[in-house]
């Protein structure tokens, strides 16, 4: 049992698989820092906290989210949800133009030689050292 427990872990794709994962968090706190200290301070949404919108469920009237919850409220915080939502949209676009950057910055493979050509007669593809298309059996230059 030990030795196939072994195989598995030394298989190439868990150890691949587990290099991503760590590899992934560490990325993950670099995206959000990233957000956190350099996008999001300049734009106006910064600025912006929707964490103390709420609805009250037991009727009662409090001025903020803690004081609802304090008092033992029954609440619906919506406001969270929003701040939630605001920071994944804004992480997803961090993210995805990162990976635009990353994307542009490969290097991309040479174009393979044309190994056809079109007989300027009957417009068919044919191979590039023809001398005489195949189909029409004209003369080519």
């Known amino acids: 049992m030990f030795k196939e427990f072994k195989e598995f872990i030394m298989r190439g794709n868990v150890l691949d698989l587990a290099v991503g ?8 706190k670099i995206v959000t820092s990233l957000v956190n200290d350099i996008v999001m301070p300049p734009i106006l949404l910064g ?9 009250d469920l037991s009727g009662g009237h409090y001025a903020t989210l803690d004081a609802a919850k304090k008092a033992g409220a029954a609440t619906i915080n919506y406001g969270m949800f929003l ?3 605001v920071d994944f949209l804004v992480v997803a676009f961090v993210i995805f133009m990162v990976v635009k950057q990353a ?11 044309p190994t056809t050509k079109e ?3 009957c417009r068919t593809s044919i191979p590039i050292q023809a001398t005489r298309c195949p189909n029409c059996t004209s003369q080519l230059g």
Not at 21 to 28: D, Q, R, S, Y
Not at 47 to 55: E, R
């Open 21 to 28: 994962i760590i590899i992934g968090a560490a990325f993950g």
């Open 47 to 55: 600025k912006a906290d929707f964490g103390n919108l709420f609805i």
């Open 83 to 85: 701040n939630t939502v």
């Open 103 to 113: 994307n542009r910055m490969k290097r991309q493979p040479a174009l393979a030689a």
């Open 119 to 121: 007989c300027p007669f």
